[in-house]
Structures are given as structure tokens and as C-alpha cells.
């Protein structure tokens, strides 16, 4: 079994335009003579790689806490495409894709509205992108709203840099931060090594 991190630093990923600051904060050191380290985080909920529920566009979507643990496990695909992606280059790829699907794109692949619609009237349960957004940045609120409608949870900022297309074991399980519309995640995928069963 090969396990692939594709998580990005927290602390280091530049946040979405607007967002406030990723900042650490030291509490304690030991280098101070303190007792022990100690740190606190101030950040986004949607800094690194995290999770968009329902509610993140949809005030009568679900929080993160409330999502079904088995939406963040379970067989992907990951497809490599760029640009800004229709209905119609979903409706001929979905046929051949798992119910959480991974899009490699660099950083400048995203979902058009009607891309959008097509995944909200499929069996997808999880989206995922290696992009800061899912959605293009002329566009934002419109093909989150539609994903948020069906329940479809978002997967944001992954790094799959090194990720070839195909199946695999995803497992991206949020930080359980009850009632919020976010939420990060350390997101890895677990690959069968070829010849092992």
C-alpha cells in the first residue's frame, strides 16, 4: 500500500484573496525556559486544504460535523483537465469516474455553473480540486450554491502535483468544529501497489 499526502502546509499555503492572514502564535518555549512548546492558531476555516460543507453557500446546508463520515472515505478518481469545465465535459467523464472525484488541474481548473448542475444530478458525493476554489473567480457563488443544493461536499486547495490519473482510496476526513460551514483536513490517498492484493 503507498499512501500519497495530498495536503497542503496550513501555515504556508497563501490563503483565497480577501481571507485574513494565517498566524502562529508561541505561547510557551522551551528555548524561553518555559515549562513545555505551546501554540495558537488564528486562521481561516478555509485555509490549506479543507472541506466546504453545504452550508458554506447554503444556509440550510449542512455544517461539517454533520456530514456523514463516509463522504470523506472511500473510492476516487482523479482526472487531469484544464480550463473552465462544462456540462457537457462532465456529462463524458462522469460515466467513467468514481463517487468522489479529484480534479488535477495545476491550480486553474474549475467547475462552470452548468459543470455544476451535471454533478448535482449525479451519484458524485465529493469534489475535489487542487485549486484555491472549485469555482472560477467571476463565478464564485454559483457553482458552489448548486454543489451546496445536493448536499455535494467540496474539497479544496489539494496538492496532487504528483498524482497520476486513476483509482484510488481517498481519505479526507475534516476537523470536527460543530456547526461551522468549514473546516481543514489532512487528506491522503491510499494506492494498491500493482502485483498486491
Not at 497542503?8 to 510557551?28: I, S
Request: glycine share 8%; with cysteine; aromatic share 6%.
Amino acid at each position: 500500500m503507498i499512501i500519497h499526502d495530498i495536503s497542503r502546509d496550513t501555515l504556508t499555503t497563501p490563503v483565497y484573496d480577501g481571507d485574513p492572514a494565517t498566524e502562529v502564535n508561541y505561547l510557551q518555549r522551551l528555548g524561553d525556559m518555559d515549562e513545555c512548546n505551546l501554540s495558537a492558531v488564528s486562521m481561516s476555516t478555509h485555509a490549506g486544504t479543507h472541506i466546504d460543507a453545504p452550508l458554506h453557500f447554503w444556509d440550510e446546508g449542512s455544517p461539517v460535523d454533520d456530514i456523514r463520515l463516509n463522504t470523506f472515505y472511500g473510492k476516487c478518481t482523479v482526472v487531469t483537465v484544464e480550463g473552465i469545465l462544462t456540462g457537457d465535459d462532465l456529462d463524458r467523464m462522469l460515466p467513467y469516474c468514481r463517487r468522489r472525484l479529484l480534479i488535477r488541474g495545476h491550480g486553474n481548473t474549475f467547475l462552470s455553473h452548468s459543470a455544476a448542475i451535471v454533478l448535482a444530478e449525479s451519484k458524485v458525493v465529493l469534489v475535489g480540486t487542487d485549486a484555491d476554489s472549485i469555482a472560477p473567480p467571476f463565478d464564485e457563488a454559483r457553482p458552489h450554491r448548486e454543489l451546496a443544493r445536493a448536499g455535494i461536499v467540496v474539497l479544496e486547495n489539494l496538492d496532487l502535483e504528483d498524482i497520476h490519473d486513476g483509482e484510488y482510496d481517498l481519505c479526507a476526513f475534516p476537523v470536527r468544529l460543530g456547526g461551522l460551514e468549514a473546516a481543514p483536513c489532512r487528506a491522503i490517498l491510499l494506492e494498491m501497489e500493482k502485483g498486491l492484493h
